[in-house]
């Protein structure tokens, strides 16, 4: 190892590995990767020292973090703010979710019964996911609505955050997408 190698290990702590704060460890794999110290981090992020540490030993939590830390992690990332929130745990699935007749328990429980009658998965669904948490549920139609989607929608959710992304920034042409991808969903079955 060379002495810039151990300088820069001696400068960043290891990654956090914990799932709780997945936005957190994105963040600071970034900073390892670019060369940069958690203090320059940061202050890219708009913050102490001292609160990166905290959120770094879990005494806080960086989804509780005000909206510009977010904001300045999506640009110190490159990404939309919007899956910044995702990975903060601000924004979820259910946020996805169109409102509908009916609960979000009881529509979740029908499309995992049209999951488990599908002709080439069903066989495959497991007894323990009658009895996972819902988050976990959720996640499964999600993934199976994707899969779905794959050949027939061409990434239907792509479209919804890319028009959500350019409707934020303003731009007139993702409005009228939006209303397209709506009609679109409002034609098809399930609960996304």
């Known amino acids: 190892m060379n002495e810039s190698e151990k300088t820069r290990k001696s400068r960043n702590p290891p990654m956090t590995t914990s799932d709780e704060q997945p936005l957190l460890r994105v963040l600071v794999w970034e900073a390892t990767r ?17 609160r990166l540490a905290q959120w770094r030993r879990n005494e806080g939590l960086i989804c509780n973090a005000h909206r510009d830390v977010h904001e300045r992690a999506a640009r110190y990332l490159g990404w939309p703010t919007v ?20 609960s979000l328990d ?4 029908r ?17 323990e996911l009658a009895v996972a948490a819902p988050a976990v549920k959720l996640f499964v139609i999600f993934l199976t609505h994707e899969l779905a989607g794959a050949a027939g929608r ?24 939006m209303d397209t991808l709506r009609a679109m969903d409002n034609n098809a079955p399930g609960i996304f």
Not at 106 to 109: K, Y
Not at 115 to 120: A, E, G, M
Not at 154 to 175: P, T, V
């Open 106 to 109: 009881a529509r979740v429980a």
């Open 83 to 102: 899956l910044v929130l995702t990975m903060a745990g601000t924004v979820g699935l259910q946020d996805f979710v169109w409102p509908g007749q009916g």
């Open 34 to 50: 670019r060369g940069e110290t958690l203090a320059t981090l940061a202050k890219q992020l708009g913050v102490t020292y001292e």
């Open 111 to 127: 499309e995992l019964g049209r999951l488990r009658q599908d002709p080439f998965l069903g066989g495959f669904v497991p007894a």
């Open 154 to 177: 061409e990434n239907q959710s792509y479209h919804w955050l890319r028009a959500m992304q350019l409707a934020a920034a303003g731009h007139a042409e993702a409005q009228a997408e």
